[in-house]
């Protein structure tokens, strides 16, 4: 399967197939100059960086490979200065490709490398995630945390291509497995009422690894997400819809400490707060967000956030990127599958989150 | 003056006029959001910092201010992320509009500083040195240093404004404006020999701060190099011509230390270089070389390089941008004012440079 994401010149396609990465002739030419630099994990790394390089040193390229710890913790300037220090050291050019393989962070990281590297070199991204083949691996966003804040240093900087194997997925964690699940209910709740069913009659078997349903579900949510960045590439207005549930969620991580809680984790106990915003401020019908609750548990996804003071949680939100003339903006629904963007007073979020806050 | 740089949904205004600071009328409204954080040094922050900020807070806005240290030395890292940390830490939101108020390097940190912010926000450049006036301030190139090469991590990123008050240039020491005039002669000597001349007529009164030389030549300036930027925004081709003597230039910066040569200076001796290579090559007339010699020494600029090896020489340059497949990639003369790149074989660069090199 293959979904294109239709962005002038920086247009590019997601190539979506069972064992695509033992196939380099249908990705090879994407690998430009003489350089190639994957970046990868220490979990990662051993189950499919040897074949990877193998498939690309046939066919003539110098490879440089950063192997950065795993996890959300490393997702740091020292992670980025890594992979430029290696780059720089290797003397790479600016043709040179860096291929991220891995999930969100490794995107995310090499991604901003890739960025920045003699001001913008071509990118890779072989999501091995269900989380990075669904949701970050597409659109260009790249980024790494702040003690401050996640994501709040970073770019646009769109792939030449995406690479999406799904028999990764057979050696990933059942936890990220569910993580990706979270994102996938995300893009239905708030943008696709459809596909929302869809999930409702397949989360049991994408989480039997379903090959089929798991190609299925995958590319519908790279359609959903390449539609939204294809109008909206920068996020002035509707990408934005693709938060949902993540500023609550962003909030949960910091709050927790980076890797307490697994991103999607927190996007899926986040949505559940975002539904019950939304039925006091759109009125949105609480069976939405029942639904919502239903199809996260199905997931085996949390459904209820840590403890923490309305203080903190207010503290910790006022620095999404989201906001704007210091009001705090949320992803709401309507319904399901139509949301929109706005601000709400600091006093009907302490009262619609009550349930979620302990006095300190 | 205005000077219009068209970059579509990107174009911006470039404002030359004597007292253009004090008159915040003409520029306020570039200013975005709550937040506006002045980027500066610490030269130049006694000289201009107090009036820009009060004619800023007049109009309700909240100031951050990061002073840094002075000098080519601090285009580092650690700058970038003392600029970051500031915003974080003020709470800065994505409206945010950061004002470069320096030379070359406040511009290109403080610039990438505003690239990477919540993945990009408002950027005002206020050029404070000739050779930021003319050159560096325009055409949306950030970046900070590496230990392994100059520019070396950084962003395409254009300014909403560039706002040019020669006044300012009153209180520049005379090293720095004749660092400016060497990229004057550069944009001459490889874009428009009509400009060359010019100078040719024209270095005296800049040296004696002239202030109709002065805005006449800034916006020639100006309007030479937007023409390229609007045909070349992310350097894939002509826009590289700009970097005239530039490869010399970055060896001697980085062989030197960072600092001890400043980057006019060293573009004055690197375009010596590049001139008798591009006689060599090209088979530019020699008399092209004597005349851009005669205008940099009527400048006060240094018409020979440090020596160094031959293969330290090759060394430095081996990591120019430039570059391609292993090729060191020059801009060379055909003619006074035309200019092309192109790559030069070891032995050919060898030969050539024999009186700039010494033996181990």
Redesign the interface.
């Known amino acids: 399967m293959q979904v294109d994401v239709h962005l002038g010149a920086r247009a590019y396609p997601i190539l979506i197939e069972a064992g695509l990465l033992a196939k380099p002739q249908k990705w090879i030419d994407f690998i430009h100059?003489?350089h190639a630099v994957i970046v990868t994990n220490t979990t990662v790394a051993p189950l499919y960086l040897a074949a990877l390089q193998k498939n690309i040193v046939q066919h003539h390229k110098k490879i440089i490979t950063v192997v950065l710890e795993d996890g959300e913790a490393y997702k740091t300037?020292t992670s980025l200065?890594q992979i430029?220090?290696a780059m720089?050291?290797a003397?790479c050019?600016?043709?040179t490709t860096v291929i991220a393989l891995g999930g969100g962070v490794i995107g995310d990281v090499a991604g901003l490398a890739a960025?920045?590297?003699?001001?913008?070199v071509t990118l890779i991204q072989i999501p091995t995630t269900l989380l990075s083949q669904v949701d970050s691996s597409v659109g260009g966003?790249t980024?790494i945390n702040?003690p401050?804040?996640k994501n709040?240093?970073?770019?646009?900087h769109q792939p030449i291509a995406v690479l999406i194997d799904p028999d990764t997925l057979t050696t990933l964690p059942k936890r990220e497995l569910r993580c990706g699940l979270a994102e996938m209910i995300k893009h239905g709740a708030a943008l696709d009422a459809p596909y929302f069913e869809w999930m409702q009659n397949n989360t049991k078997a994408i989480l039997e690894l379903d090959l089929s349903a798991l190609a299925t579900g995958i590319a519908e949510s790279c359609r959903l997400k390449a539609g939204v960045v294809e109008r909206d590439e920068?996020?002035s207005g509707e990408r934005a819809l693709l938060n949902f549930g993540h500023t609550f969620a962003h909030a949960i991580e910091v709050g927790a400490g980076y890797g307490t809680w697994f991103h999607g984790e927190a996007v899926a106990a986040g949505m559940v707060i975002a539904a019950q915003l939304s039925s006091a401020v759109t009125g949105c019908p609480s069976e939405v967000g029942q639904k919502i609750q239903a199809l996260l548990a199905e997931a085996h996804l949390p459904l209820t956030p840590p403890k923490m003071s309305f203080d903190r949680w207010y503290e910790l939100m006022?620095?999404d990127?989201?906001?704007?003339?210091?009001k705090i903006h949320f992803v709401l629904l309507e319904s399901l599958g139509v949301s929109r963007i706005q601000a709400v007073e600091r006093e009907t979020l302490q009262q619609s989150m009550q349930g979620f806050t302990v006095s300190v």
């Open positions: 100059g003489k300037g200065m430029l220090d720089l050291a003397k050019d600016r043709k960025a920045l590297y003699m001001r913008g966003k980024a702040h401050l804040g709040m240093i970073g770019a646009f920068r996020e006022s620095l990127k989201k906001n704007n003339a210091g």
